[in-house]
């Protein structure tokens, strides 16, 4: 379902099953997957993927060099940059064009959340499961599970797939308090436990 006042470039690819709601704009060669729902008012710009299963709510930005893996929740007025060095003229004072600057991009891995008005300073990723608070600024990689908070956000702690935070049970085991998955910190890394 694509709204009829959206504005989808003709080489922009959307899956039969996803959905474009009005005033969203898709460029040249953006992806969205399957089930992938975009709000209102969302820009996509050119080459950007969105996997299967993601949500991007109402006034999202996610600037060229944005990648989303599957089921990636983007909370509204979240913005995407992709330029480490934006400036809208050149040192002579002439206008920059594409050919002036480096993209740099936003990697969002699969399962990760933004919260509203999070902002993501290229280049960054932002691993699997990790949740970003509303409101944060992210300037450096964010590590999977991770629960994230501020300007410039920092690591308060760490939560599982159902976004629920993590109980310590030892230092290195900790449990979801939702579904009961366990998970172990290794070397600093959260990981799923292999017998699930």
């Known amino acids: 379902m ?36 975009i709000s209102r008012n969302v820009y996509i710009g050119a080459d ?10 109402d006034m999202s930005l996610l600037y060229e060099g944005s990648v989303l893996e599957d089921g990636v929740f983007v909370g509204p007025s979240c913005v995407l940059t992709n330029d480490k060095t934006p400036r809208a003229v050149n040192p002579d004072g002439s206008l920059k064009t594409a050919a002036d600057w480096e993209q740099v991009g936003v990697t ?6 933004l919260g509203a008005r999070t ?8 691993g699997r499961w990790a949740m970003i608070a509303a ?3 992210v300037s450096r990689d964010v590590p999977d599970y991770a629960l994230m908070v501020g ?16 109980v310590e049970v030892t230092p290195i085991d900790f449990t979801c308090p939702s579904t009961g998955e366990r998970y172990l910190l290794e070397t600093g890394k959260m990981r799923l436990h292999d017998g699930q």
């Open 119 to 126: 902002v993501c300073v290229a280049p960054v990723t932002v």
């Open 48 to 57: 950007v993927r969105i996997g299967n299963r993601c949500k991007v709510k």
């Open 108 to 113: 969002l891995r699969t399962g990760a959340s």
């Open 135 to 137: 409101g944060s600024i």
């Open 2 to 37: 694509i709204a009829d006042d959206a504005i989808v470039h003709p080489d922009a690819r959307v899956a039969d099953s996803a959905r474009v709601w009005g005033g969203s704009v898709l460029l040249p060669g953006s992806h969205v997957g399957e089930d992938a729902v």
């Open 151 to 166: 300007s410039p956000a920092r690591q308060v702690g760490w939560v599982g797939r159902a976004g629920v935070r993590l």
